[in-house]
């Protein structure tokens, strides 16, 4: 396929001798006259392990050439990647002027070449920017409608300096996020070699997908800097520690969690957060990142509240009680924090939690809920129907089947506030449903 990639930085420049060492027909285009001479003399413009000799090879058999002239590379071309740089603007958001101006160039030259053309943006953005930004720049400039000689994707790359060519042939996975059929199928065609699951996204997921991925890294770093700081203050290697956290592929390396939902709760994660963040204090550790896990907690619990607020309906059946589901445990469930937030601003709530019975609550258990909400037995209901009786407004905190059943059979068209993300209840006609993080 006949390819051209605007921005010769790191991105576009590994792609671009990848790409040609796949068989594909490569134009690399950059304003820097520089870069383009340094390729075209066989040179990688970037230092990155064997790119220089996949530059070398594609500039040696024909398949990799340079330009500063786009229009000349389109017209040469049946797609466009664009991979230049998006870095952050004094407010923090990354700054989009230089993808604006490529758009800009890119669609004059379409406006004067005949055919299909397919652009494909790798650069990161901000979700919506593909189709709200974007192809309307696009459209503009060159006169095309989408679909009508103007396709489009948004493919993420998974590139890491210094190991960026095996990314390239080893990546965790293919995303492309299109409006058209078309744009999936031109960037399968280019990638068919690469042994990679491809995964069919619209272009505000794909988009997505890139942002959360470098920021998480940036949170597991921050974690195991913070952590490893607490464990050196106590007389621990925390590389050792970290060896072994790391073997357990069940809960701490795997998607256990990283489900969004409600916020998190129990007697064992608020109360060894809290131990972390004790010990640093007693040694003058500075922790800010785990010191604000509990405000970033408490501000998710202040979401779902909002939710409910902005109903203006003051009778509310809560379904879920304890820190998650299949358990008595109160101790720090988020749901007593949501329900006691809301018998303060006066609201009438019915409880229905299958596993919660105020006769068999003892110890510890009882002594905190006795403490966040007095008489708290009065709120429980007997049964999921006792909990709807009354109610204006229906929270799903945790349901089991049976309780999903009663709320489909009776709900009438009343609100649904869903904080666990059910999807028979989001796909009721008619009902004003909102989910936390959905």
């Known amino acids: 396929m006949r390819i051209s990639i605007f921005g010769m930085g790191y991105v576009g420049a590994v792609s671009a001798g990848c790409l040609a060492d796949l068989g594909h027909e490569i134009y690399g285009v950059d304003n820097n006259s520089k870069k383009v001479d340094l390729i075209n003399g066989g040179h990688s413009p970037v230092v990155e392990e064997k790119i220089d000799d996949l530059i070398k090879a594609g500039i040696g058999n024909g398949l990799l050439r340079a330009t500063t002239d786009s229009a000349a590379a389109i017209a040469a071309t049946d797609v466009s990647f664009i991979s230049v740089g998006t870095p952050s603007s004094a407010t923090g958001a990354p700054s989009l002027d230089a993808l604006d101006k490529v758009i800009a160039e890119i669609g004059a030259a379409l406006r004067n070449k005949s055919g299909e053309h397919t652009i494909v943006l790798r650069s990161t953005v901000p979700p919506g920017t593909t189709e709200d930004r974007v192809l309307p720049a696009l459209a503009a400039a060159t006169g095309r409608s989408l679909g009508n000689g103007l396709h489009l994707a948004f493919n993420p790359e998974f590139l890491r300096e210094g190991s960026s060519v095996k990314d390239f042939y080893a990546p965790p996975f293919t995303v492309i996020g299109s409006p058209t059929e078309k744009g999936y199928q031109v960037v399968e065609e280019i990638y068919q070699k690469i042994e990679a699951e491809v995964i069919r996204t619209n272009t505000r997921t794909a988009e997505s997908v890139k942002c959360l991925s470098n920021a998480y890294h940036a949170v597991k770093i921050t974690f195991a800097n913070e952590v490893g700081a607490i464990l050196k203050s106590l007389g621990i290697d925390s590389r050792d520690v970290m060896k072994i956290f790391c073997k357990d592929h069940d809960l701490n390396i795997s998607a256990a969690y990283l489900r969004p939902g409600f916020a998190f709760g129990g007697s064992c994660l608020p109360k060894e957060l809290s131990a972390l963040v004790s010990f640093a204090k007693e040694r003058n550790v500075d922790v800010p990142f785990l010191s604000n896990v509990m405000n970033a907690n408490d501000a998710h619990i202040e979401r779902a509240l909002e939710l409910i607020l902005r109903r203006r309906k003051r009778k509310v059946a809560l379904f879920g009680l304890a820190f998650k589901p299949g358990t008595d445990d109160l101790r720090a469930a988020p749901l007593v924090s949501l329900s ?99």
């Not at 019975?357 to 909400?373: H, P, T, V, W, Y």
């Not at 909990?387 to 204006?392: F, K, N, P, R």
């Not at 799903?396 to 506030?417: F, K, S, W």
Request: proline letters at 5%; hydrophobic letters at 45%.
């Open 340 to 438: 006691e937030r809301l018998i303060g601003k006066g609201y009438d709530l019915a409880i229905y939690d299958p596993f919660v019975e105020a006769s068999r609550l003892m110890g510890k258990n009882r002594e905190f809920i006795d403490q966040e909400i007095p008489h708290f037995e009065r709120l429980l209901t007997a049964d999921a129907m006792e909990a709807l009786a009354h109610a204006e407004i229906i929270v799903v905190g945790h349901v089991r089947r049976p309780e999903i059943d009663v709320i489909l059979a009776n709900h009438q068209n009343r609100p649904i506030i869903d904080l666990a993300g059910i999807a028979e209840l989001r796909d009721l006609p008619g009902v004003d449903y909102e989910g936390i993080c959905w």
